[in-house]
């Protein structure tokens, strides 16, 4: 059974910062082709945020490019979301994406972000 766990959500005040992780279990590191971010606000669609390829490629919604950086540590199924100069439009719930090979898709449960003005 695959499992994504999300950590290191929290309330922080403008222009902060937090590190999300998210931990991969269940599924082979060499399966998986992407492993990424979403977020979604109260009200608001989920929405794209980042994700790393299996090539180490990167890519990025232009409302966080240049203040957010996502990394994987293949090793450790892990996915982190370095999040710098956040604004309260930052708000919102994270969730980690996984792919795998076959179409899967993978959410974790999501954690809480909240950025106070």
């Known amino acids: 059974q695959v499992q994504l766990v999300e950590s290191g959500g929290g309330l922080v005040q403008a222009g902060g910062s937090l590190r999300l992780s998210c931990v991969a279990s269940?599924?082979?590191?060499?399966?998986?082709?992407?492993m990424g971010w979403y977020r979604q606000a109260p009200g608001e669609q989920r929405e794209f945020i980042a994700t790393?390829?299996?090539?180490?490629?990167?890519v990025y919604d232009d409302s966080v490019k240049g203040r957010f950086t996502v990394s994987r540590d293949s090793t450790k199924n892990t996915v982190y979301l370095q999040m710098n100069s956040l604004k309260p439009e930052d708000t919102a719930v994270y969730y980690c994406n996984t792919h795998a090979l076959g179409g899967y898709n993978y959410w974790g449960q999501g954690t809480q972000v909240t950025v106070s003005s």
């Open positions: 790393s390829l299996s090539d180490d490629s990167t």
């Open positions: 269940g599924v082979s590191i060499f399966d998986i082709t992407a």
